[in-house]
């Protein structure tokens, strides 16, 4: 492995961690409704644990309501009532075959523990990054000890792994003032 192969691999890793934190605070309700809230409810349908979007057409009524259009109209029930026992703290209302979610408004209480979450998820991803550097610099440390680059070409190299890592610790910041920025304003 060479000097290169490892910043290009240490810099994907660190972009998918990015990635992985985005993916995670868009599931961090804010009070305006997306479909992705429900990505992760579980529908009994005939006795198999299926995702909400395989047995159901999920659309936006409005900013604050999530319409669920079950595609078979035996299966309104067993939706709602996937709905209303997730973790989300959503009530649904059904209004025939279509199943109406609102979003409740966030108290200033809610929106303070949410913002403490999204920072603790950013920190972890910090630590992340932290230690795909770590593995980065152990991996140029065997390259010397394999004589296979000098140890200048290993401090450059750690340079531009540190400046990688830096990039990507305020890439993070950057996401998480945006995203508090979200939850203070909705």
Do not use: C
Not at 27 to 56: E, F, N
Not at 113 to 125: C, P, V, W
């Amino acid at each position: 492995m060479s000097v290169a192969d490892i910043r290009k691999t240490t810099e994907d890793k660190m972009v998918r961690s990015i990635e992985s934190l985005k993916t995670d605070l868009q599931k961090v309700r804010t009070g305006r409704a997306h479909t992705g809230i429900l990505d992760h409810v579980q529908v009994d349908y005939y006795g198999s644990m299926v995702p909400i979007s395989q047995v159901a057409n999920l659309s936006l009524a409005d900013a604050r309501t999530i319409v669920v259009q079950p595609w078979e109209k035996n299966m309104a029930n067993a939706v709602e009532k996937a709905i209303r026992e997730s973790d989300l703290g959503l009530n649904p209302a059904s209004m025939g075959e279509t199943i109406r979610v609102p979003m409740p408004a966030l108290t200033e209480e809610r929106r303070r523990e949410l913002t403490k979450f999204i920072k603790g998820e950013g920190e972890q991803t910090k630590v992340a990054i932290r230690n795909l550097r770590r593995d980065a610099n152990e991996s140029l440390k065997r390259l010397v000890n394999d004589k296979e680059i000098s140890e200048d070409d290993e401090r450059r190299a750690q340079g531009d792994i540190q400046k990688l890592t830096d990039k990507f610790v305020a890439e993070v910041d950057q996401v998480l003032q945006s995203k508090e920025a979200e939850i203070m304003t909705v």
